[in-house]
């Protein structure tokens, strides 16, 4: 009898340590010490696009995690980001169209991430970043003091790429084994100084920001006479 009463006892305390322990873990799971981000909001700037938010967590998140695509994505789907602060991004955005992004921290090995912030919605009224290919490459034939033709300065149509790469081979060369330069199309076009009655192929592609480079335009026959 004295057994049996002793048994019982034994099975209601192991029942009793099991349950206080699951109970134990659920309340340390359900509380996420990392806070997540406040205030999301967007700000144009150029080329670029400033996103910023509030970070509720003293001294602030190590690093949040930042995506972003059209509205209506699937949450997961997107493009997503590392980055180390709330920041100007390269993205590509098409005009005309809107978009969202979430955000979340993380604040470290303890705290791991934050909930998701998010979505914030935004419109973009002109292109960011889409790195698309130069078009309409035209050129002007440069003279000197004796107006004789002695090079050409080029030009081309572009979205919103500011740097771009260049080369003046001649004709029918490979634009890959040529001379290739980086220009900034905002302190100017390229000239070339060329010889008379000698036929070049020119060609041109946007530069991207994430180091992507698009297939060359081209070629642009180019003849300054003599």
Same mark, same amino acid.
């Given at each position: ?20 322990? %699951? ?13 997540? *981000? ?8 150029? *080329? ?5 938010? %509030?970070?509720?967590?003293? *001294? ?13 994505? /699937? ?12 920041? /100007? ?15 979340? !921290?993380?604040? %470290? ?9 998010? *979505? ?55 634009? %890959?084994? !040529? ?48």
């Amino acid at each position: 009898m004295r057994t049996g009463l002793y048994l019982t006892l034994f099975v209601f305390l192991v029942l009793t340590a099991c349950k206080k322990k %699951d109970t134990t873990k659920e309340t340390q799971t359900s509380v996420n010490a990392c806070g997540k *981000p406040t205030n999301l909001n967007v700000f144009a700037i150029g *080329p670029d696009v400033l996103f910023e938010w %509030d970070d509720p967590n003293i *001294p602030g998140s190590g690093h949040y995690q930042f995506e972003y695509g059209l509205t209506g994505f /699937s949450h997961g789907s997107g493009t997503t980001l590392i980055t180390p602060n709330k920041f /100007s991004a390269n993205i590509s955005m098409s005009a005309g169209n809107t978009y969202e992004f979430y955000v979340r !921290g993380y604040c %470290d090995a303890t705290g791991g991430y934050s909930e998701w912030a998010g *979505p914030f919605s935004f419109y973009s009224n002109e292109n960011h970043n889409l790195c698309l290919s130069p078009g309409n490459v035209q050129y002007t034939i440069e003279y000197n003091a004796l107006n004789e033709p002695v090079g050409a300065n080029m030009t081309w149509n572009h979205n919103g790429e500011s740097i771009f790469e260049c080369v003046m081979v001649s004709d029918g060369a490979n634009p %890959d084994n !040529g001379n290739i330069q980086a220009f900034s199309y905002s302190e100017g076009t390229p000239t070339y100084s060329l010889t008379q009655n000698t036929e070049y192929d020119f060609y041109v592609r946007a530069n991207c920001k994430n180091g992507d480079t698009p297939n060359w335009i081209g070629p642009k026959n180019v003849n300054i006479g003599g």
